[in-house]
């Protein structure tokens, strides 16, 4: 049974920083690449970052690039989104993914978690 628990989110002013954490249980952590969504209200989800199982390559939306960091530490089983330079725009739920594989591949996810909230004000 795949689980994944978000933590880190809250209220922070723009131009601020928040870092993410995403632990994963009852699967090979290490074995599978990860993704962070955000969903801001009233509005569908936008894919934010991915990173292999190695940790080796990322990538990152172009809304993002420059300002957000995603990495993980496979031996905590932990995925995580440092945010820097905060905008207002920014806001939302943020959410972990899980991808079908070793790489970040579009529409290839199979688990979520239950978000946590992220307001840039």
């Known amino acids: 049974h795949v689980q994944l628990v978000e933590s880190g989110g809250g209220l922070v002013q723009p131009g601020g920083s928040l870092k993410l954490s995403c632990t994963g249980s009852?699967?090979?952590?290490?074995?599978?690449?990860m993704s962070w969504f955000r969903q801001p209200n009233g509005k569908g989800p936008e894919w934010v970052a991915g990173?292999?199982?190695?940790?080796?390559?990322?990538y990152y939306a172009s809304s993002v690039k420059g300002r957000f960091t995603i990495s993980r530490d496979n031996a905590k089983n932990t995925l995580y989104l440092q945010m820097d330079s905060l905008l207002p725009d920014d806001t939302g739920v943020y959410y972990c993914a899980k991808d079908r594989g070793r790489a970040v591949v579009a529409g290839s996810f199979d688990s979520w978690g239950q978000g946590t909230q992220v307001t840039v004000s």
């Open positions: 009852g699967y090979t952590f290490s074995a599978y690449g």
């Open positions: 990173i292999y199982a190695s940790g080796r390559a990322s």
